[in-house]
């Protein structure tokens, strides 16, 4: 069993976000003691419409739980947000020694619908797909890049298995968590926006070509990219707020929550990756991006990422981090990165006085390069202040390719 880095509270309710299939119910099965745990799942059709017709039935179940009921799970909340007021209501009451998990795959209907979000009463975590770390000795750098890490990809061996399940995540998706919730009218058009998002994750937006790829008004196109961030397929990367030189692009970038869901999106699935082309490069930036971000969630650092560009110098990610010197990154794919490779990132670093600068790769060893750290990708975690411990040996540790 794969221990997750996320750790859950045992004396406080929660909220538990995530996409589907990155493994919420199974943590919580883990981590919850299961004679002391009630599970209601909202996925199953009948408990769903048990509720609807009768919301009343929430509460009385709640009543007659056994004393011996610590935690009661509700699965998919966003199905069914009156609950809430429910749930609320019985943690005033303070009658029963009982906290609650709230899981949610979106939360676009709870935030359009101003559920209650139980004012402060409930922590709220998230949960992404496996990071390297929690993978250990099982992740292979090659894979990750080219199927993503979703916990179901690990019980599949053969490629066309990892290729027809994230086919089928997809298109679940776009069933399940868009039509089946009337987020939107028009799903023909959104249809066609996903794969022209997925053509252009990781790159700096602009609405006006997004709608003629996908066909659709400019403004549509900004709906579609709120709905993949509330319904947690992506997120956005805005620009680095700070003024350092003159025309700093300030529209932000889009990256899906997988490298594996992007590729299936973008029909990619069965093109190979190989070392040192621009598709590698680019899953390989997509990768990592998601990775700093997760762990440092996970960690509860309060980082805060963006990007840096101008007409001529991008900078794949910044990372503001509280009481340390802005850190400036570039995430290169390459077993060695050459001196010219490296000199947009030196020319940001010179011009932010105090500043650091890193390039994560997949160089065997560390160096330092005027005022960058060339890193390997096995110790960027560490070096970038995403984990308190070194892991060794690294590049043994773990598969490249």
């Known amino acids: 069993m794969i221990k997750r880095l996320l750790k859950i509270p045992q004396n406080h309710s929660f909220f538990l976000f995530g996409p589907r299939g990155v493994g919420k119910t199974t943590l ?42 610590r935690w009661v799970v509700i699965d998919e909340i966003q199905k069914l947000p009156f609950l809430l007021d429910e749930v609320h209501r019985f943690i005033e009451e303070k009658t029963r020694d009982i906290f609650f998990a709230l899981t949610g795959s979106s939360a676009r209907k709870l935030k359009r619908g101003q559920a209650n979000m139980l004012a402060g009463r409930a922590f709220t975590f998230s949960l992404a797909p496996f990071s390297h770390l929690e993978l250990d000795n099982e992740f292979n750098l090659l894979g990750a890049l080219s199927y993503g890490t979703l916990p179901k990809l690990f019980s599949l061996s053969a490629d066309d298995e990892k290729q027809n399940f994230l086919r089928s995540y997809v298109q679940t998706y776009v069933k399940e968590e868009v039509h089946s919730e009337g987020l939107i009218r028009n799903l023909d058009g959104f249809r066609n ?93 997509h990768f990592f991006i998601t990775e700093f971000l997760r762990l440092s969630v996970y960690g509860q650092k309060d980082f805060v990422f963006s990007y840096f560009a101008t007409h001529d110098i991008e900078i794949d990610c910044v990372i503001e981090r509280p009481g340390a010197p802005p850190l400036f990154v570039e995430f290169k794919s390459a077993e060695f990165v050459s001196d010219g490779a490296l000199r947009p990132l030196r020319l940001v670093v010179q011009s932010v006085p105090g500043s650091e600068g890193i390039c994560v790769s997949r160089e065997p060893r560390k160096r330092r390069v005027a005022n960058i750290l060339v890193c390997p990708w096995q110790e960027a975690s560490y070096e970038v202040g995403l ?9 043994e540790r773990v598969k490249d390719i």
Do not use: C, M
Not at 31 to 49: G, M, Q, R, S, V
Not at 387 to 395: A, D, E, Y
């Open 387 to 395: 984990t308190n411990t070194l892991l060794s040996p690294l590049p």
């Open 193 to 285: 926006f996903l794969p022209a998002a997925a053509a252009e994750n990781g790159s700096i937006l602009s609405w006006s070509n997004s709608a003629r790829e996908a066909g659709v008004q400019a403004k549509t196109v900004q709906s579609y990219y709120g709905i993949l961030e509330d319904t947690l397929l992506g997120f956005l990367l805005p620009a680095y707020a700070r003024s350092i030189r003159k025309r700093q692009k300030t529209h932000p970038k889009f990256y899906f929550f997988d490298t594996g869901v992007a590729r299936a999106l973008a029909g990619t699935l069965t093109i190979p990756l190989y070392p040192g082309t621009t598709e590698y490069g680019r899953a390989f930036e």
């Open 28 to 69: 919580l099965k883990e981590a919850l003691p299961k004679e002391k745990t009630y599970y209601i799942d909202l996925l199953n059709i009948e408990t769903e419409l048990r509720y609807v017709r009768r919301p009343q039935t929430f509460a009385e179940e709640l009543r007659a739980l056994p004393l011996s009921i």
